[in-house]
């Protein structure tokens, strides 16, 4: 069954007035419009564009509730509490996300578990878990670059950095070098990097005083003068790093998250590449278009760049410190124009579907026993004969797709769908094989 669906912008002071609208061709609204969530999550669940289609049911989430086998299949639809693993988005950042980390399974498991029974209300705003699940993401970047910060870097990378700091002190009118002797000595030791994160959260949320207070102040003053020095010239070593705390401190002046981004690898996604994002891996998005899928959970440890709650014991024990290489997840291409993008969690899989004019096709249509399906698969294979491009995936789960360019019919085991830019669908996993005859993008999550 091919089910439309849609939903409605959520506005977050970081988001962006244009992006969303620009990708999915509609007039913006005129505010921040920040992520397009596509799923059963209960916080945006999407809308059924025909509720007659599902005995009535207005959305996703009360349609899984009332048939969850129909919607979901019969394996998720098994346990006591079915629910759909993932959240599809469209994020859009015109300015920098929070610092923060996602839990472990077993982690979120244990802490849903010791916050209510300590009678924290679910809503609160110093709860850590809202929910017992974990949530790993990925993010595939739509704009012609999207800007992070992730995880940790290596000491020697953090020494260059603390480095070029001191030469720009010392080329100062007023030089302060014990600021930096203070980060340095934190710096040191076998768990320098928690330390040093433990330091500066604590010490740096506590007002206008303190060690921290002068290093966040004395690193953004050097920042602007690095800028200066690079308009008549000079060269930097780290330019991007340094225009990232530029950038941070007119976001969050003062904020220690502010120090906390030089210790992270800084990122900067060519358009179709991904990231992903483990349990423990430290990351904030700031600045571009992409699709983010993730298992469907609200469970943040926040670290900075941010007004909210901040439980620094609770964010240590989460955090992964080792360094380790910027975590790009590279496609398996399964067939022609289909790259599927598979952490190596069991709550989703990305798939990206992509089709130009002029494309070969990519097989013949799917099989189907009879009736709508197979109607379905002689139209889509009319199409391929006529030299529109096709493109077929197997589900294992059910899907969520979104056409981000184009149009396509899509075609299953027993119905179809025409697609174009802009509309979503959810399919349930009985369509098997889906065949895509058309020109365009279109991004589909399911289940591994």
């Given at each position: 069954?091919?089910?439309?669906?849609?939903?409605?912008?959520?506005?977050?002071?970081w988001?962006?007035?244009?992006?969303?609208?620009?990708?999915?061709g509609y007039?913006?609204?005129?505010?921040?419009?920040a992520?397009?969530?596509?799923g059963a999550?209960?916080?945006?669940p999407?809308?059924?564009?025909d509720?007659?289609?599902?005995?009535g049911h207005?959305t996703?989430?009360?349609?899984?509730?009332?048939?969850p086998?129909e919607?979901?299949?019969?394996?998720?639809a098994?346990?006591a509490?079915?629910?759909?693993?993932?959240?599809l988005k469209?994020?859009?950042?015109a300015?920098?996300l929070?610092?923060?980390?996602?839990?472990?399974?077993?982690?979120a498991?244990?802490?849903?578990g010791?916050?209510?029974?300590?009678?924290?209300p679910?809503?609160?705003?110093?709860?850590n878990?809202r929910?017992?699940?974990?949530?790993?993401e990925?993010?595939?970047a739509?704009?012609?670059?999207?800007?992070?910060?992730?995880?940790?870097?290596?000491?020697?990378e953090?020494r260059g950095i603390?480095?070029?700091?001191?030469?720009?002190?010392?080329a100062?009118?007023?030089?302060?070098?014990?600021?930096l002797?203070a980060?340095?000595?934190h710096?040191l030791?076998?768990?320098?990097?928690?330390d040093?994160v433990?330091?500066?959260l604590?010490?740096?949320?506590g007002g206008?005083?303190?060690e921290?207070?002068?290093?966040?102040?004395?690193?953004?003053?050097?920042?602007?003068?690095?800028?200066d020095?690079?308009?008549?010239?000079?060269?930097l070593?780290?330019?991007?790093?340094?225009?990232?705390?530029?950038?941070?401190?007119?976001?969050?002046?003062?904020?220690?998250?502010?120090?906390?981004?030089?210790?992270?690898n800084?990122v900067?996604?060519?358009?179709g590449?991904?990231?992903?994002?483990?349990?423990g891996?430290?990351h904030a998005?700031?600045?571009?278009?992409g699709?983010?899928?993730?298992a469907a959970?609200?469970?943040?440890?926040?670290?900075g760049?941010?007004?909210?709650h901040?439980?620094?014991?609770?964010?240590?024990?989460?955090?992964e410190?080792?360094p380790l290489?910027?975590?790009?997840?590279?496609?398996?291409?399964?067939?022609?124009?289909?790259?599927?993008y598979?952490?190596?969690?069991?709550?989703?899989?990305?798939?990206?579907?992509?089709?130009?004019?002029?494309?070969?096709?990519?097989?013949a249509?799917a099989a189907s026993?009879?009736?709508a399906?197979?109607?379905a698969?002689?139209?889509?294979?009319?199409?391929?004969?006529?030299?529109?491009?096709?493109?077929?995936f197997?589900?294992?789960?059910?899907?969520?797709?979104i056409?981000?360019a184009?149009?396509?019919l899509?075609?299953?085991?027993?119905?179809s769908v025409?697609?174009?830019?802009?509309?979503?669908v959810?399919i349930?996993?009985d369509?098997?094989?889906?065949?895509?005859?058309?020109?365009?993008?279109?991004?589909?999550?399911?289940?591994?």
């Amino acid at each position: 069954m091919f089910v439309g669906i849609t939903n409605t912008p959520r506005h977050y002071a970081w988001g962006s007035t244009t992006a969303i609208a620009g990708l999915l061709g509609y007039d913006p609204s005129g505010t921040a419009e920040a992520e397009l969530w596509l799923g059963a999550h209960p916080g945006s669940p999407s809308v059924i564009t025909d509720p007659e289609q599902v005995g009535g049911h207005h959305t996703l989430l009360d349609w899984i509730h009332a048939a969850p086998e129909e919607a979901l299949g019969a394996a998720l639809a098994a346990p006591a509490a079915p629910r759909l693993p993932y959240l599809l988005k469209i994020l859009a950042a015109a300015g920098p996300l929070s610092l923060q980390a996602h839990p472990t399974a077993e982690r979120a498991r244990i802490g849903f578990g010791l916050e209510n029974a300590a009678g924290i209300p679910q809503d609160a705003a110093d709860r850590n878990y809202r929910d017992p699940f974990h949530k790993p993401e990925v993010i595939f970047a739509l704009s012609d670059t999207f800007e992070a910060l992730c995880g940790f870097r290596e000491p020697v990378e953090i020494r260059g950095i603390l480095g070029e700091l001191r030469a720009l002190d010392v080329a100062s009118d007023d030089p302060q070098p014990g600021a930096l002797d203070a980060l340095e000595r934190h710096l040191l030791g076998d768990d320098a990097l928690r330390d040093c994160v433990d330091w500066l959260l604590r010490d740096g949320r506590g007002g206008d005083s303190g060690e921290v207070a002068w290093l966040v102040e004395r690193v953004v003053a050097l920042a602007v003068s690095a800028a200066d020095l690079a308009e008549s010239g000079a060269i930097l070593d780290y330019p991007l790093e340094l225009a990232t705390v530029r950038d941070l401190a007119r976001a969050y002046p003062g904020d220690p998250g502010i120090v906390i981004s030089l210790l992270t690898n800084r990122v900067s996604l060519r358009r179709g590449e991904v990231l992903y994002l483990p349990a423990g891996n430290i990351h904030a998005y700031l600045s571009g278009l992409g699709v983010e899928l993730m298992a469907a959970s609200d469970n943040v440890l926040r670290g900075g760049l941010s007004p909210k709650h901040i439980d620094v014991d609770e964010l240590l024990e989460v955090l992964e410190f080792t360094p380790l290489p910027v975590p790009y997840l590279p496609p398996v291409l399964s067939s022609p124009g289909v790259s599927e993008y598979r952490p190596d969690v069991d709550d989703f899989v990305l798939v990206h579907i992509a089709a130009e004019a002029g494309d070969a096709g990519a097989g013949a249509a799917a099989a189907s026993p009879g009736g709508a399906g197979a109607d379905a698969g002689a139209r889509a294979a009319g199409a391929s004969r006529a030299g529109v491009p096709m493109r077929q995936f197997t589900l294992t789960g059910p899907a969520i797709a979104i056409c981000t360019a184009g149009g396509f019919l899509v075609a299953g085991a027993g119905a179809s769908v025409a697609l174009k830019r802009g509309e979503s669908v959810y399919i349930t996993p009985d369509e098997g094989t889906l065949t895509f005859a058309g020109v365009g993008e279109v991004f589909l999550a399911t289940t591994p």
